[in-house]
């Protein structure tokens, strides 16, 4: 590419804690393509659409806080977590279409000296990838074609879903009918599962609440991938990822059949044909056995 596209990193908590392979295959990728990545190092959690329930204002200061770091590099803020993006898109709607709650929330933030000024995009990295990069750039790049492997996508709520909240920032991608994972696959060499569930809820945000529907949720996008004859499943968000990875012994208890199926992060997908290392893709982070797709990669 004739310009390194630079970027600043919205990590979320979940990539620095219960899945540090997510951030380390990110960064190995983005070193693989080129893209230079500043990560926001003073971000907080973007309330993980909880604290929205108990305290909406609060949750739009936190985030605004967020996007204030991006703001002041003069950088596109891009996440690696569905719910991030939903919760920091919705912030910078809502600050951007109602002048007095913009006033509010920088009444609050001048206390730390910062103002949100909405000069900053938020994009998730998935649709970073193939919207700025390219995705025939990406193909470009790949040394070990995905070509043996039936790779089912897995789009989860936050990043398709309200549309309208999410259309410039993911190509205006359709919630019934979503493509980009499916395009990323082709262009690593893999062959993408068509099935029903791949834009259903994964049910972690109701694993407290109503465990075993949420059991249910994510049982019948797992057996749905795996009958139709996929080799793991790959989300772009990790909560999608700790909910089907970490709970498949449970889930196939409610459901009544084994559940055994690798999934994969989105930048651990991509690292595995980039050619990355086996300590950058991290696949002995996962629960459910993964190592194998390194060695057969």
Do not use: W
């Amino acid at each position: 590419m004739s310009e390194q596209l630079h970027y600043a990193l919205f990590t979320g908590c979940t990539a620095k804690q219960s899945t540090p392979e997510l951030l380390s295959s990110t960064l190995a990728v983005a070193d693989k393509l080129g893209i230079k990545i500043t990560i926001l190092e003073e971000a907080s959690c973007c309330g993980a659409s909880h604290l929205q329930d108990f305290d909406e204002f609060l949750a739009h200061v936190l985030n605004a806080r967020n996007i204030c770091y991006a703001e002041k590099l003069g950088l596109t803020m891009i996440t690696i977590c569905n719910t991030c993006q939903l919760n920091s898109a919705m912030t910078k709607h809502a600050l951007d279409t109602d002048p007095e709650l913009k006033a509010r929330v920088n009444e609050k933030l001048a206390e730390v000296g910062l103002e949100y000024k909405g000069t900053s995009e938020i994009k998730h990295f998935l649709y970073t990838l193939i919207d700025e990069y390219g995705l025939e750039n990406v193909k470009d790049k790949v040394q070990v074609p995905l070509s043996h492997l039936n790779i089912a996508p897995f789009y989860g709520c936050h990043n398709i879903r309200p549309s309208e909240l999410h259309e410039e920032a993911n190509g205006h991608e359709n919630p019934y009918n979503p493509t980009s994972l499916d395009s990323l696959i082709d262009a690593l060499e893999g062959n993408p599962v068509n099935y029903e569930s791949k834009n259903k809820c994964c049910g972690f945000h109701v694993e407290l609440q109503a465990n075993h529907t949420s059991e249910v949720l994510a049982g019948n996008a797992l057996l749905d991938a795996m009958d139709n004859n996929a080799d793991l499943m790959v989300t772009p968000c990790p909560l999608c990822h700790l909910k089907m990875d970490t709970y498949q012994d449970s889930i196939g208890k409610v459901m009544g059949r084994d559940v055994e199926l690798p999934v994969l992060h989105m930048p651990q997908m991509v690292a595995l044909a980039l050619g990355c290392t086996e300590k950058e893709i991290g696949l002995n982070f996962h629960v459910q056995k993964a190592k194998h797709l390194y060695t057969a990669s």
